[in-house]
C-alpha cells in the first residue's frame, strides 16, 4: 500500500502523559499536513509543512502540541501533558507540491482517547 | 475568515431514489472545491473536485457537485443511490493559503 501510513492507529493514555504520533506521507508527496476530527466535526487544520519546514499553524495547535518533519518524510506529533479535551481523531494527509490546484490523501488517522 | 457549511446533518434514503448534499462556503475570492468521502472504518477519500473551468464536475462513483459561484454552492449529487454509498460526505473549500477548511459533514443512510 502506496498510500498515506499512520501509526498507532489507537491510542489509549492517561490525562497528563505525553504521546507521539508518526505520519509517513506518499513518497513523492513534499507537502504533510495534519488535521483533527472530533466527534460530530469535519477535520480542522492543525499544522503544515514543506519538506522540512512548518510553514503554517492554527490557532487550534497549543504550546503542548509540537510536530515535526526532520527529514522532509515522515512526520510526528507530540501531545504534551495530555487532557480529556485532546481525545479525538488524528489525521495524516500529504500532496505534491503543484500550488493551488493539487488535492490531498489522508491517512486512516490514529485515535487518542485520554482518561 | 473562510467557513463551510453543510446543510444536512442526516440524510436517509432508500436505493435508487436521488440525492442533494447542500454546502455552501465562505470565501469571495478564488476557491478549490472539493467534496471527500469517508465510508465506515476507510479513510478519507477524494469523490470529487473543482478548481475552475465547467462548474459542473464528475467524480468516481457516479457523483457529481455544481459550483455556483453566486451562491458560494458546491452541492453533491447522485441521480440514483446505492447501498454502498452509505458514508459520511465532508465538503471542503481551499482559498488563501493552503490548508483545507472542511464542513461538519453530513451522514448518508441508504436502506435496501
Known amino acids: 500500500d502506496t498510500g498515506v501510513s499512520q501509526d498507532p492507529r489507537h491510542k489509549i493514555t492517561k490525562r497528563g502523559q505525553n504521546v507521539t504520533f508518526r505520519c509517513d506521507p506518499i513518497?513523492?508527496?513534499?507537502?504533510l499536513y495534519w488535521y483533527r476530527q472530533t466527534l460530530g466535526q469535519g477535520p480542522e487544520f492543525l499544522t503544515y509543512?514543506?519538506?522540512?519546514?512548518?510553514?503554517?499553524k492554527s490557532r487550534l495547535l497549543s504550546d503542548r502540541f509540537s510536530a515535526e518533519r526532520p527529514k522532509g518524510s515522515f512526520s510526528t506529533l507530540e501531545i504534551q501533558r495530555t487532557e480529556q479535551g485532546d481525545s479525538a481523531m488524528y489525521l495524516c494527509?500529504?500532496?505534491?507540491?503543484?500550488?493551488?490546484?493539487?488535492?490531498?490523501?489522508f491517512g486512516q488517522g490514529t485515535r487518542l482517547t485520554v482518561v | 475568515a473562510q467557513s463551510v457549511s453543510q446543510h444536512n446533518h442526516h440524510v436517509i434514503l432508500s436505493e435508487a431514489a436521488s440525492l442533494e448534499l447542500g454546502c455552501n462556503y465562505s470565501?469571495?475570492?478564488?476557491?478549490?472545491l472539493f467534496w471527500y468521502v469517508q465510508y465506515p472504518g476507510q479513510h478519507l477519500q477524494l469523490l470529487l473536485k473543482?478548481?475552475?473551468?465547467?462548474?459542473l464536475v464528475k467524480g468516481i462513483k457516479g457523483f457529481e457537485a455544481e459550483f455556483i459561484k453566486s451562491k458560494f454552492s458546491f452541492n453533491l449529487r447522485k441521480p440514483s443511490v446505492q447501498w454502498s454509498d452509505t458514508a459520511e460526505y465532508f465538503c471542503?473549500?481551499?482559498?488563501?493559503?493552503?490548508?483545507?477548511?472542511f464542513g461538519k459533514g453530513t451522514t448518508l443512510s441508504v436502506s435496501s
Open positions: 473543482y478548481f475552475s473551468g465547467d462548474p
Open positions: 471542503a473549500v481551499r482559498g488563501t493559503g493552503t490548508a483545507l477548511i
Open positions: 470565501y469571495g475570492g478564488t476557491v478549490n
Open positions: 513518497s513523492e508527496h513534499n507537502r
Open positions: 509543512f514543506q519538506n522540512e519546514a512548518q510553514l503554517e
Open positions: 494527509a500529504s500532496s505534491l507540491d503543484g500550488g493551488m490546484n493539487t488535492e490531498a490523501f
